[in-house]
T-cell receptor, first 113, second 114 residues
Framework: DQQVKQNSPSLSVQEGRISILNCDYT??????FLWYKKYPAEGPTFLISISSIKDKNEDGRFTVFLNKSAKHLSLHIVPSQPGDSAVYFCAASVSGGSYIPTFGRGTSLIVHP | DVKVTQSSRYLVKRTGEKVFLECVQD?????MFWYRQDPGLGLRLIYF???????EKGDIPEGYSVSREKKERFSLILESASTNQTSMYLCASSLAGQGRETQYFGPGTRLLVL
């Protein structure tokens, strides 16, 4: 049973517009959330994270929002650029316990020029 | 910057062969991990290690073993490769203390078993 779900396998966005990638989780023990970005033939790279004590974390064009009551987080990319085209993985962990993150299945983002 | 390297980017092996995938990290991280990535299935944890000579099973350890003789090196072994082990294999490392949730990945090894 998937504990971290990315229900959209793919997303297509026009350059300059906002990209919103969504992630849902079922385990209420998760308290630390991460987003990774992966280009083809490369390993994932860490993008941004958020602790459950916050509801928003921002880093440049990337913002992650956390809604604990809905067990939902989202990654916003504004403005989207063609170089953002990649697979984005959401991950969640229990920082005080088994800290190893559980990954979602990924969303493939395509940003059209 | 953390650097995680994997010995091969692409490998082609025959069914029944013993396969070794090597991973080295240069940041003195205590934790190391092996994942496989398959289309539509995301990243699945095979094995991980907290310390030298220590190993723990992940979610899909069947058909695999690991070795960690030195802190910087973590090897994944396919004892008898099968076609269903054709996949992208990703190694990762992380700190033991604060920040341990953040993993740093190698470039991956794409393995084809014929």
């Amino acid at each position: 049973d998937q504990q971290v779900k990315q229900n959209s396998p793919s997303l297509s966005v026009q350059e300059g517009r906002i990209s919103i990638l969504n992630c849902d989780y079922t385990n209420s023990m998760f308290d630390y959330f991460l987003w990774y970005k992966k280009y083809p033939a490369e390993g994932p790279t860490f993008l941004i994270s958020i602790s459950s004590i916050k509801d928003k974390n921002e880093d440049g064009r990337f913002t992650v929002f956390l809604n604990k009551s809905a067990k939902h987080l989202s990654l916003h990319i504004v403005p989207s650029q063609p170089g953002d085209s990649a697979v984005y993985f959401c991950a969640a962990s229990v920082s005080g316990g088994s800290y190893i993150p559980t990954f979602g299945r990924g969303t493939s983002l395509i940003v059209h020029p | 910057d953390v650097k995680v390297t994997q010995s091969s980017r692409y490998l082609v092996k025959r069914t029944g062969e013993k396969v070794f995938l090597e991973c080295v990290q240069d940041m003195d991280h205590e934790n190391m991990f092996w994942y496989r990535q398959d289309p539509g299935l995301g990243l699945r944890l095979i094995y991980f290690s907290y310390d030298v000579k220590m190993k723990e099973k992940g979610d899909i350890p069947e058909g695999y073993s690991v070795s960690r003789e030195k802190k910087e090196r973590f090897s994944l072994i396919l004892e008898s490769a099968s076609t269903n082990q054709t996949s992208m294999y990703l190694c990762a490392s992380s700190l033991a203390g604060q920040g341990r949730e953040t993993q740093y990945f190698g470039p991956g090894t794409r393995l084809l078993v014929l």
